[in-house]
């Protein structure tokens, strides 16, 4: 006899889609805070911009990787690292700002593909 | 009980412990809250984020193992770094550490068998 406490598959995987769509539904404001601080610190600004960037990628790094977003994961840590290398010098390269953009954009560019296919036949 | 500032990661953890485990999952956005939190549930372990704005893993962890009414409670880092310095781990009395990616399946067992308990 099945424990009727115990949770359903159907619910499990309502559940799990739940939080998965919460994640994906996210990404844009997640990857607008990246770009936000990265292009504040291409135009000089003081405050925590540096800060946010480096946790913020780094976050989205972990987080992605247990979603199973690896390419997204993988784009962050590359963010992340450039970040943490301006952070451990005490400033901005602004010599390396045009590579650290693109990663941005390859970083861009993953979570829109990643998004595209987290639901497939678009149910969400 | 969770303690991580990232919601998404929060909310995915307490999920796949109660849906694969059939534990209770208090979650805090970060370790001043969760360290309230704590000391109100008294949950049989925490796992928590290493790196947070404002108090990191190591401070709640240390903050927990100084309070009598906690210090007993296993605590487990969560990280998504590659590496961890083994040594500081140990000395703020934390019992393992889970690193991102984790297999959701096997979260709960790989909990319980840092806590010392069966999941």
Known sequence: MSDPNRPSGAERDAAFAAVLREFV??????LLVLRTALEGLARGEQGDLLETLH??????KGTAAAFGALEVSACA???????????RGGAVRRDELPAARDELRRLEQAAAAYAAGAFPGGSR | ???????????????????????????????????ALVRAEAPDAVIVDL?????????VCRRLKQDPA?????VV?????????EAKVRAVGAAGVLFKPFEL?????????LCGTTS
Request: hydrophobic share 50%.
């Open chain 2, 105 to 113: 399946d096997d979260l709960a067992a790989q909990i319980a068998a």
């Open chain 1, 77 to 87: 840590r590359a963010v992340e690292d450039r970040a943490h290398r301006w952070v």
């Open chain 2, 70 to 74: 906690t210090a007993t409670i296993p």
């Open chain 1, 55 to 60: 946790v913020r990628a780094h976050s989205l």
């Open chain 2, 51 to 59: 790196m947070m704005p404002g108090m990191d893993g190591y401070e």
């Open chain 2, 1 to 35: 009980m969770v303690i991580d500032d990232d919601a998404d990661l929060r909310r995915l953890v307490q999920v796949t412990l109660e849906f694969t485990a059939g534990w209770a999952v208090a979650v805090a956005a970060d370790g001043a809250a969760g360290l």
């Open chain 1, 25 to 30: 539904d996210g990404l844009p404001q997640r």
């Open chain 2, 77 to 85: 880092f969560l990280t998504a770094r590659k590496r961890l310095d």
